[in-house]
């Protein structure tokens, strides 16, 4: 699968749910089961690569910058959190994810951000896109054990980071945060 097909697919989930594509807070958030109906359409080594590509495109946003703006945004330090920050950037669609891992601060121009900002709700992490990839394939094979045999060899033959790339800071200094992501801090800081 090609990275312009994989974000086909998050794009036409994104497309069904219509304006309600971009917050994963609400408790009916409808973009995850549209996620799944979307991937079940695919064959299933497929839904395999799209998994994949899921990783690689997490390895990529596996940036300080990235991580720090996150902890701004949601608060959280943990790997976990940020997996699901970047889990739910992919959500946001490509323009939006590819936007955030080279520019951090940019997340500054999201409504969903500008809302958490203010204390008014909203949430941009999800956890777990790869729950949902897992679903598609239950879906689609009525079984999971040749999906996760499947991810086991795949797994083996990946480079992953072992570490964020990017300029590293302190993020609970407030002046580095708002010297390094001015926009961000500038809502949530000050």
Known sequence: MDIETWWSSIEQARASVGDRADDRDPPDDPLPAA??????MLEPA??????????????????????????LIEGSFSNDGFMDFRDGLMLLG??????????PDSLADLPVVVKMSRDEGGWIGF??????????????RG????????????VKGM???????????????????RHHLPRLAALFLD
């Open 94 to 103: 490509q323009e939006t994810f590819s936007r955030a891992v080279a520019d």
């Open 127 to 140: 956890e777990s896109l790869a729950y949902l990839i897992k679903d598609a394939y239950r879906k689609v």
């Open 46 to 71: 497929d839904v395999i690569d799209f998994w994949v590509k899921h990783v690689e495109l997490t390895d990529s946003a596996e940036r300080y910058p990235l991580r720090w703006a996150a902890f």
């Open 35 to 40: 996620l799944v109906d979307t991937l079940a």
């Open 159 to 177: 480079t992953r980071p072992e570490l964020p790339s990017g300029d590293n800071w302190d993020p609970e200094d407030d002046d580095a945060m």
């Open 143 to 154: 079984e999971t054990d040749t999906f996760n045999a499947a991810l086991e060899a795949v």
